[in-house]
Nanobody, 118 residues
């Protein structure tokens, strides 16, 4: 089974930055990040192919967030800059998309909380 463990979440002020990490076990899948805010459905944030040659972003984060991966370390990253209160959510790492970068995915981590204060 593929296991995904997120880390790096925390509390920051609006305009600040955080870097999320996802440690993965298993094969070299395409991977992505999703988030879910209280009372809202889970939404796509960003995705990256196995080689890192193609990256995809939701319009709401493009220009502020950067997805990357280090296959030698089996780790996925999400650099989040210029954070806004509306970015507050639990962020989930996902692996092995079914139809495309926006999902669905076959494997999920447990999530890490990101809170952006005003």
């Amino acid at each position: 089974q593929v296991q995904l463990v997120e880390s790096g979440g925390g509390l920051v002020q609006a305009g600040g930055s955080l870097r999320l990490s996802c440690a993965a076990s298993g094969r070299g899948y395409a991977m992505g990040w999703f988030r879910q805010a209280p009372g809202k459905e889970r939404e796509f944030v960003a995705a990256i192919t196995w080689s890192g040659g193609n990256k995809y972003y939701a319009d709401s984060v493009k220009g502020r967030f950067t997805i990357s991966r280090d296959n030698a370390k089996n780790t996925l990253y999400l650099q989040m800059n210029s954070l806004k209160p509306e970015d507050t959510a639990v962020y989930y790492c996902a692996a092995d998309w079914v139809h495309g970068p926006a999902g669905p995915y076959n494997y999920w981590g447990q999530g890490t909380q990101v809170t952006v204060s005003s």
